[in-house]
C-alpha cells in the first residue's frame, strides 16, 4: 500500500498558478494516481487521475515524472472557491479489495483576494 | 458527484439507539465504499461491498458495526448502540466494475450523524 505525503496546508491568492506536489515513493506498478477535492460539508469530489506523464482536464493538469516517486496537482489561475482539502491517493481498485482507495490527511488550499 | 445519494443528511440518536444509514449508488454502479470521517481529519476506509457480497471490512469496527448492500435497494450501514464517539460524516462511494483500468469512485454528499 504506497503511503502518501503532501505539505499540510498552501495559501495562494486570486489568479495565481497552485502547484501541489504529492510524494509516493513505494508506488506499485499497477497503482494509479488520483486526486480529490473535499469543501467543508461535502463529500470528495474526483478532479482528475493518471498513471505516467501530464494529463489535462477542463479542471487541471497532473504531472507524473518518468520514476512516478511523485506526482503534481496544478490548478491554473485559482479563484476563491477554489479553497479546499485536496487529497491524493495512489492505488488501484481491484476486486478483492478496496484498501488502496486510503486518503491521507490531504492539503487544505487557502485561496485569498 | 450528485449521482451518489446518501439519507438522511443529518441524523441525530441518543446514545444506545440504532442508527441505519443509506446510500444509493450512481446509475450502473455495483461497487459501494463506506468511510467514515471524523471531525477535521481525513476519511478512513470502513468497508467496500459488491451486490450481495462484503469484499473487504477492514476498516470496519468489529463490534455494532454492519453494513449489507442487497441485491435490490441502497447500501445501510447500521451502528448499533451508538455512543458519542460514533458521531462523525460518513460517505458513500461507487463505482463501476472493477477491470483492468482503474475506476474512479464517485462520493456522496455524507451523512452527518450527531450523537447525544
Known amino acids: 500500500l504506497a503511503k502518501t505525503t503532501q505539505p499540510i496546508s498552501m495559501d495562494s491568492y486570486e489568479g495565481q498558478e497552485v502547484n501541489i506536489t504529492c510524494s509516493h515513493n513505494?508506488?506499485?506498478?499497477?497503482?494509479?494516481i488520483t486526486w480529490y477535492q473535499q469543501f467543508p460539508s461535502q463529500g470528495p469530489r474526483f478532479i482528475i487521475q493518471?498513471?505516467?506523464t501530464k494529463v489535462t482536464n477542463e479542471v487541471a493538469s497532473l504531472f507524473i515524472p518518468a520514476d512516478r516517486k511523485s506526482s503534481t496537482l496544478s490548478l491554473p489561475r485559482v479563484s476563491l472557491s477554489d479553497t479546499a482539502v485536496y487529497y491524493c491517493?495512489?492505488?488501484?481498485?481491484?476486486?478483492?479489495?478496496?484498501?488502496?482507495?486510503?486518503f491521507g490527511s490531504g492539503t487544505q488550499l487557502t485561496v485569498l483576494p | 458527484n450528485a449521482g451518489v445519494m446518501q439519507n438522511p443528511r443529518h441524523l441525530v440518536r441518543r446514545r444506545g439507539q440504532e442508527a441505519r444509514l443509506r446510500c444509493s449508488p450512481m446509475k450502473g454502479h455495483s461497487h459501494v465504499y463506506w468511510y467514515r470521517q471524523l471531525p477535521e481529519e481525513g476519511l478512513k476506509f470502513m468497508v467496500y461491498l459488491q451486490k450481495e457480497n462484503i469484499i473487504d471490512e477492514s476498516g470496519m469496527p468489529k463490534e455494532r458495526f454492519s453494513a449489507e448492500f442487497p441485491k435490490e435497494g441502497p447500501s445501510i450501514l447500521r451502528i448499533q448502540q451508538v455512543v458519542r464517539g460514533d458521531s462523525a460524516a460518513y460517505f458513500c462511494a461507487s463505482s463501476a466494475e472493477p477491470g483492468q483500468i482503474n475506476t474512479e469512485a464517485f462520493f456522496g454528499q455524507g451523512t452527518r450523524l450527531t450523537v447525544v
Open positions: 493518471g498513471y505516467k
Open positions: 491517493l495512489v492505488g488501484k481498485i481491484s476486486s478483492g479489495s478496496a484498501r488502496q482507495l486510503t
Open positions: 513505494n508506488i506499485a506498478t499497477n497503482d494509479y
